[in-house]
């Protein structure tokens, strides 16, 4: 996708198109538009940054409200398909917000109904559309002085039930000596803290999700338990994966992507979103799929580019990364450098923040470029056979559903673009 030219309109619509090629079905992005594959709206829900459908054509997702950033997560809610509310959650902490005390979810970034690990399509493993649990990212603000002064924002991860009490939490604070900072790390989170301003986002958390049935599991590898969660931190360039049993980090990559052959051979994972394991059924199941930003994240020494140790890292374009947790081996990778080998043009593919990928049943990759509101689906060659640009200028994930998922919808003509 070219650069954005001040004053010059931007284009939207799809403009590429296979049917031949792509895994069909509606795409849901910003929250709740829903569309053809040929681009038509086709349904909008009223949610805020984040919706993920359901069988029967319900969708879970979020609402905010006008309180501090970090706290605008209000509820999670389930509507059915003409928007009625049939679930909610709401009660994390209670917040004020223009000058009245509310109950608020507090929920950020990502949640999951029990089924389905990654709240994506997978044969044999759909969401549980009435009762089961969820899984909601959501924050406390908390205090640990030995992390660093002042109050912290406690990325902490929520089970809830269809009665919407918490059966299960861990808080991220608590686990801070798991996630193996070096010295220089622990003092430059530690000058990021302060008295007295808002809760300070060390950590950044923007993905959880159920590991789900797996191969690794299924041979003896207790850290992948079905049950256990896997977490990411886009401040500190780690994805973990988190004991459901103990609530020890047990599994993870990061923060420190120097210290072995097989992290350098992976390359550093720098603000990244949306790491999970691909679930059973699809190709490439077991292995973790996550966009790697690029931008600028990390704690560690200081250099040039960041002369308090914060925001270290620096890789100024992004990349789609397939990886084998057992061995660290890079399976797959799509950046603008894989595509056509032009090191002084990397950058055409970059994202800072936001973004998304999700393997397709047919071994495509749906991609989410955030900034700049680009959906795309690509070939295991690499090669895009579907692209879309929103009218929204960002979007922070889209996901692909069958067909078949939204019966209140005749199935749409597919008409081959090729702009």
């Known amino acids: 996708m070219a650069p954005r030219v001040t004053g010059v309109p931007r284009p939207v619509g799809v403009s590429v198109y296979d ?31 984040l919706g993920k459908l359901m069988p029967g054509g319900s969708i879970l997702g979020d609402r905010r409200h006008n309180g501090p950033r970090m706290e605008r997560g209000r509820e999670l809610v389930q509507l059915d398909w003409e928007g009625n509310e049939v679930w909610r959650y709401d009660k994390t902490e209670q917040v004020e917000v223009d000058g009245e005390t509310i109950w608020s979810a507090k929920q950020h970034h990502d949640f999951e109904r029990e089924g389905s690990p990654t709240g994506y399509y997978a044969p044999g493993l759909d969401p549980i559309v009435e009762g089961g649990n969820s899984l909601v990212l959501a924050a406390r603000e908390v205090e640990r002085p030995h ?53 300070y986002d060390w950590v950044h958390s923007n993905s959880v999700s159920y590991l789900g049935p797996n191969k690794w599991y299924d ?48 390359g550093w994972i720098i603000g990244l979103h949306h790491a999970h394991m691909i679930p059973r059924g699809l190709p490439g199941e077991g292995n973790v799929l996550v966009f790697d930003n690029g931008g600028a994240a990390g704690y560690g020494a200081p250099n040039p580019g960041a002369p308090n140790g914060r925001m270290n890292a620096l890789r100024d ?36 923040p936001w973004s998304s990928a999700q393997r397709l049943p047919n071994g495509n990759t749906l991609i989410c470029e955030g900034a700049g509101g680009r959906l795309f689906e690509v070939t295991p060659e690499l090669e895009i056979v579907w692209e879309f640009v929103s009218p929204h200028e960002t979007c922070y994930r889209a996901y692909r559903v069958p067909y078949e998922w939204i019966p209140q919808l005749d199935k749409p003509e597919e008409n081959t673009v090729n702009v």
């Open 317 to 352: 374009y992004s990349r789609v990364v397939e990886f084998d947790p057992i061995t660290l081996e890079l399976v797959w990778e799509y950046s603008a450098l894989k595509v056509d080998g032009d090191r002084v043009r990397v950058g055409r593919f970059y994202s800072r």
């Open 19 to 49: 049917p031949d090629r792509c895994w069909n079905g509606y795409t849901v992005y910003a929250g709740g538009e829903l569309i053809d594959m040929n681009g038509n709206l086709v349904k909008h829900f009223d949610l805020s940054q």
């Open 219 to 266: 041979a003896g590898d207790e850290r992948f338990h079905p049950d256990n969660f896997i977490w990411d931190g886009r401040h500190t360039n780690t994805v973990a994966v988190i004991s459901k049993e103990t609530g020890k980090i047990v599994w993870k990559v990061g923060p420190d992507y120097s210290l072995t052959a097989e992290l350098r051979a992976l």
């Open 147 to 199: 992390i660093a002064p002042g109050v912290l924002h406690g990325d902490c991860i929520l089970e809830v039930n269809w009665d919407g009490e918490v059966v299960w939490e861990w808080q991220s604070v608590d686990h801070f000596d798991e996630m193996d900072f070096s010295e220089e790390a622990k003092n430059a989170i530690y000058r990021g803290g302060r008295v007295g301003a808002d809760p």
